[in-house]
């Protein structure tokens, strides 16, 4: 079993990557780690599972920016001799399979050729109109009552109808594809079972597309020039969905919450949409969907932040804590507004493996649009509970609520019911 280095010696035991300061407290405990063992530490995963996590920004940026050392590509893990097939983390870190998120090199960039061009042709005129009307809808359902959690009815929701839709599934389906997708980021007893279903809604998508090709990304991507399987097709469409949804979704609600909670934010709630670009831009930086992404491994032992990385040694970028370094950051705040209009944050990757352009433009364009939505239909939106009593969503690796329980004066539905 390969153990990383210790970072101070043999009498430094690797951090456990699990506790309540991920949660409550992880602007702080990347602070610490930063102090007690520098740029790259050694963690312990689930099942005492060893890795790097990359906190500094430069290191970040390094290990992003070279693909050749540091590719995605997780057949080199020099740990699967330790990985149980139940693995909780296993979904998150995946297994070799030919799709744009779990293949590295040549391999990747075919794949990243075919959904790139097809992701790009998505119209933001369109896209927009989309997420207005799908963020009617949902708001409908409970606009007229007065109360509602923003995370269960509109957060969690939206995104993943919306890129149902961009990918071309018909509306009816909608609802199904975000249940699924919405168990499979959970975590749970039904995760297993929700990606198969998962994959079976993308399937039956591939075929009907050959069939009939329409305006959407499945069609575009079927009618690029280079041979795919319907596997191929298939496993992408799953990551360009549950890739786009979750992380757009807690984009969304910690959004939604920071306007709730700070008062520079006060006068987004009136119609200031300026606020809500900014809002969203400052969560990327202080608050980012998500905190640690997995992962790199190393093509052979090399050395990185001062700590020796074996050959196969797996590396988790903390996002969020390079977005923290002190050595890239002149206000180190949780609410500090130095950082506004400033994109260089790392929350969508860097390098090749980044989250592809035209992806974070939908993203945006998606969230924006949302909320914006929201906030002019219900404008006087209050937290019910203190804001500390929020819950954060029990991961190191993301970062969003499980509620964000308001209320709010009712309003009329679109079709004029009260």
């Not at 990347?30 to 050694?42: E, L």
């Not at 370094?325 to 705040?333: A, F, K």
């Not at 500390?388 to 991961?395: I, K, Q």
Request: hydrophobic share 40%; proline share 8%; charged share 20%.
């Amino acid at each position: 079993m390969t153990h990383p280095t210790p970072a101070h010696g043999a009498g430094c035991p690797a951090v456990p990557l699990s506790g309540d300061r991920f949660h409550t407290d992880p602007l702080g405990l990347y602070r610490d780690m930063r102090r007690d063992r520098g740029p790259v530490v050694p963690v312990e995963l689930p099942g005492s599972i060893p890795a790097w996590l990359v906190i500094g920004y430069r290191e970040l940026h390094q290990v992003a920016s070279d693909g050749e050392l540091f590719p995605r590509d997780v057949s080199l893990w020099n740990q699967w001799g330790n990985v149980p097939d139940d693995w909780p983390l296993l979904p998150m870190v995946g297994r070799p399979a030919p799709s744009i998120y779990f293949t590295a090199g040549t391999e990747h960039r075919r794949h990243a050729a075919m959904v790139g061009p097809a992701l790009e042709e998505v119209d933001p005129f369109e896209l927009r109109r989309h997420s207005e009307e799908l963020a009617d809808r949902l708001i409908d359902a409970f606009c007229d009552r007065g109360t509602a959690d923003l995370v269960a009815e509109f957060s969690m929701l939206l995104p993943v109808l919306v890129l149902a839709r961009l990918v071309g599934f018909p509306d009816a389906d909608g609802a199904q594809i975000a249940k699924v997708i919405n168990e499979l980021a959970d975590g749970g007893p039904g995760a297993q079972q929700a990606q198969i279903s998962f994959a079976e809604h993308m399937f039956k998508l591939v075929a009907a597309k050959h069939a009939e090709p329409g305006d959407d990304v499945t069609s575009r991507m079927i009618a690029d020039p280079a041979p795919f399987t319907d596997e191929e097709y298939a496993l992408d469409l799953m990551a360009i969905t549950a890739a786009g949804h979750l992380p757009t979704a807690d984009w969304i609600g910690n959004s939604i919450r920071l306007m709730l909670t700070d008062d520079r934010f006060a006068a987004a709630l009136s119609g200031g949409r300026h606020s809500v670009a900014e809002a969203m831009n400052e969560v990327l930086w202080e608050d980012a969907p998500t905190q640690i992404l997995a992962g790199r491994w190393a093509v052979r032992d090399t050395t990185l932040g001062g700590q020796s990385v074996r050959a196969g040694d797996m590396l988790l970028l903390g996002l969020a804590a390079a977005n923290a370094d002190p050595l890239i950051r002149q206000d180190l705040s949780p609410r500090g507004s130095g950082q506004s209009g400033n994109s260089a944050h790392l929350s969508f990757g860097h390098g090749e493996y980044r989250c592809p352009f035209p992806a974070q433009e939908i993203a945006e364009i998606l969230a924006r649009t949302g909320i914006e939505v929201l906030l002019d239909r219900l404008p006087d939106i209050d937290l019910t509970v203190p804001a500390d009593a929020l819950v954060r969503r029990p991961s190191s690796f993301l970062r969003g609520m499980t509620s964000l329980p308001v209320s709010f004066t009712p309003v009329r539905t679109t079709g004029g019911h009260l």
